[in-house]
């Protein structure tokens, strides 16, 4: 089964800095376009950014376009999420998805078949 941990969650100040992993394992990583979304309490899960199998494409929710950056790294089954200028609103668990099915990039979380447990991202004023 493929498995998926996120991690590098924390609580930091509003104008800091988070780099998020999410380690893959059980499955053809390259395969997988990779997805991150989050959620907090009370509220829906949302999309944030997804990557494309190879790394070429990229997108973003627009909130966050400008301050988030997503990558991969297929030698490590690992793909990141940097994020920069942190905003109170960011705080939520974010939740690593990948989609072995979909030959373009999806934006809708019931189109990803796998997903990690969360890491909590907590940003104060």
């Known amino acids: 089964q493929v498995r998926l941990v996120e991690s590098g969650g924390g609580l930091v100040q509003a104008g800091g800095s988070l780099r998020l992993s999410c380690a893959v394992s059980?499955?053809?990583?390259?395969?997988?376009?990779m997805a991150w979304f989050r959620q907090d309490p009370g509220k829906q899960r949302k999309f944030v950014s997804v990557?494309?199998?190879?790394?070429?494409?990229?997108r973003y929710t627009d909130s966050v376009k400008g301050r988030f950056t997503i990558s991969r790294d297929n030698a490590k089954n690992t793909v990141f999420l940097q994020m920069n200028s942190l905003k109170p609103e960011d705080a939520a668990v974010y939740y690593c998805?990948?989609?072995?099915?979909?030959?373009?990039?999806?934006?809708?979380?019931?189109?990803?078949?796998?997903w990690g447990q969360g890491t909590q991202v907590t940003v104060s004023s």
């Open positions: 998805a990948a989609d072995w099915i979909s030959g373009s990039l999806q934006f809708n979380e019931d189109t990803y078949e796998f």
């Open positions: 990557i494309s199998r190879a790394g070429g494409r990229t």
């Open positions: 059980g499955g053809t990583f390259s395969g997988y376009n």
